[in-house]
């Protein structure tokens, strides 16, 4: 069990007074005393004081007997004297916060611990070593040098003085653009195997597809109606389902086609279900309810809807979008699903990084105009200022509380 915080010892003296602080970074062996238990519990306290640790903060470790009852009491016995839970990814964001790690490296964290493959494993350790985030610094730190050069111009404007040549600004943003443009080209690169896992909602008209879809994604953003054949083309919608990226699909009731559109309708369904990583089966509770079954070719799972009106049939998870039952274990369902399947880990910084490697590029290459067009300084150092703030956006150097709680909100408690 790990504690971090300034009175983390503190904590480890209350549950083991024979406790000898140690030299930094090794390990005693010590009596946990609990409540409840005959004898000492023995285990091993490893104490790192800050702020050379991963958080920045004091770090306790205990290593005991893996016996649930005991961790349980040493838990409980902690949070008695006055430790609290950690939050999801709290130790991070504290290694965050405290300048031990940067975004794309923090974010890498979670890259490693969701790492499906060899390939991802690599891709996160790499991020994680500062493999973005060593260049990007270097880069930051050019262009905050420059900026500073091009205001120093601007404060002495009556003056005959020149800080930095015109051929000096070119090739300094010249390089800004070409670090950008690379990252960028990256970024690409890697979304072309990133795509959102595409989870398809199949099954008869009106068996609760689109009431399941509005569920899922948390909005009513598909229309419901008691008349089978209110859905007549797709709708998909880019959802999180337990901290995982999917791509939801809600398709028209499979049925025989009576009309043009009615087919085009079909058509529509059997294109999104080729499209598919994975279909979900809908089949409605109650008696003489039957089940749709075009070939799909592809993974697929098979899920009861509107329980709260029926008995589902044997083996098959019973969900309902009006009581809510099964709707957890269906997403922790669809987020195994993505997690088998390989999906990047990297994906969401990623994604966070797109737009500001966009609107970096926008504004480095303004600058560039203006050097070369003989534009106003006053706009030039403007533009510059605003690529530093892209930059920022992406290595962490600028954040608001509600990106800080998207991006470590996806980790397990104790990362």
Do not use: W
Not at 41 to 67: N, S
């Amino acid at each position: 069990m790990r504690l971090s915080g300034r009175r983390a010892g503190e904590a480890l003296l209350a549950i083991a007074p024979d406790y000898s602080k140690p030299l930094a970074g090794h390990f005693s062996f010590v009596q946990l005393t609990l409540p409840g238990f005959h004898h000492a519990i023995p285990a091993d306290a490893y104490f790192m004081p800050g702020p050379r640790t991963y958080t920045g903060d004091d770090v306790v470790e205990i290593h005991t007997i893996c016996c649930q009852p005991i961790v349980y009491v040493l838990i409980a016995e902690c949070l008695r004297v006055g430790a609290r839970a950690a939050q999801p990814g709290e130790f991070t964001m504290r290694a965050f916060l405290s300048g031990k790690l940067d975004l794309p490296r923090a974010e890498a964290v979670l890259g490693v611990i969701d790492a499906s493959d060899q390939n991802d494993l690599q891709q996160a350790l790499k991020q994680l070593a500062g493999g973005i985030s060593g260049p990007m610094r270097a880069v930051r730190d050019d262009l905050l040098n420059l900026l500073a050069d091009i205001e120093a111009a601007l404060d002495f404007a009556d003056e005959d003085l020149q800080f930095v040549s015109g051929a000096e600004m070119l090739h300094r943003l010249g390089k800004a653009l070409a670090f950008v443009t690379l990252l960028r080209k990256q970024i690409e690169e890697r979304a072309l195997s990133q795509r959102p896992f595409r989870v398809v909602l199949v099954g008869l008209p009106n068996a609760g597809k689109s009431s399941l879809f509005n569920a899922l994604v948390g909005s009513d953003a598909a229309l419901i109606d008691a008349e089978p054949g209110t859905t007549r083309d797709y709708l998909e919608c880019l959802t999180d389902v337990d901290g995982r990226q999917i791509q939801l699909v809600d398709t028209a009731g499979v049925q025989v086609a009576v009309d043009a559109i009615a087919a085009s309708a079909q058509t529509k369904t059997e294109e999104q279900i080729g499209h598919a990583d994975l279909v979900v089966r809908c089949i409605p509770c109650g008696p003489g309810q039957t089940e749709a079954r075009p070939a799909t070719g592809t993974s697929e799972i098979t899920i009861a809807t509107k329980a709260d009106l029926g008995e589902p049939p044997s083996g098959v998870l019973a969900t309902s979008s009006t009581s809510g039952v099964g709707l957890q274990e269906l997403r922790e369902m669809l987020a195994d699903r993505v997690r088998q399947s390989g999906y990047a880990a990297l994906a969401p910084c990623l994604s966070r990084c797109r737009h500001h490697v966009d609107r970096c590029l926008d504004h480095l290459r303004q600058a560039h105009a203006h050097v070369i067009e003989g534009g106003l300084p006053e706009l030039l150092a403007l533009e510059v200022r605003l690529a530093l703030e892209e930059l920022g956006a992406m290595a962490g150097a600028t954040y608001t509380d509600d990106l800080l709680d998207r991006i470590f909100g996806r980790f397990c408690i104790g990362k």
